[in-house]
Nanobody, 125 residues
Framework: QLQLVESGGGLVQPGGSLRLSCAVS????????IAWFRQAPGKEREGVSC????????NYAASVKGRFTISRDDAKKLVYLQMNNLQPEDSAVYYC??????????????????WGQGTQVTVSS
């Protein structure tokens, strides 16, 4: 069982940056692929990025590729999402998620078992 708690959201102007963090507690975090999702009001949840358990494989949604970077620090049990050049369409509640994996891969289409409560990101001038 894992517990995930996001932080780092807030209000930022267009073109600005934020770094989201996800603190993980529980066992065998290093055996899990992790991901960030987001959901804007009135829209379906969208996969943003995922990272394999070793950290060697990443995937990004086309809308954030080149602007967002996912990373993990297994020693500290932290997951990060560095978001640069934020735009109003990036406004959403961002969720951290994890799934145990045998393979060292990740995909946003996986059924993620563990979810955080979310952190609000608002991009507005």
């Amino acid at each position: 069982q894992l517990q995930l708690v996001e932080s780092g959201g807030g209000l930022v102007q267009p073109g600005g940056s934020l770094r989201l963090s996800c603190a993980v507690s529980g066992s065998f975090f290093s055996a899990h692929a992790i991901a960030w999702f987001r959901q804007a009001p009135g829209k379906e949840r969208e996969g943003v990025s995922c990272l394999s358990k070793s950290g060697t494989t990443t995937n990004y949604a086309a809308s954030v590729k080149g602007r967002f970077t996912i990373s993990r620090d297994d020693a500290k049990k932290l997951v990060y999402l560095q978001m640069n050049n934020l735009q109003p369409e990036d406004s959403a509640v961002y969720y951290c998620a994890a799934v145990p994996r045998l393979l060292d891969t990740c995909a946003l289409q996986l059924e993620y078992n563990y979810w955080g409560q979310g952190t609000q990101v608002t991009v507005s001038s």
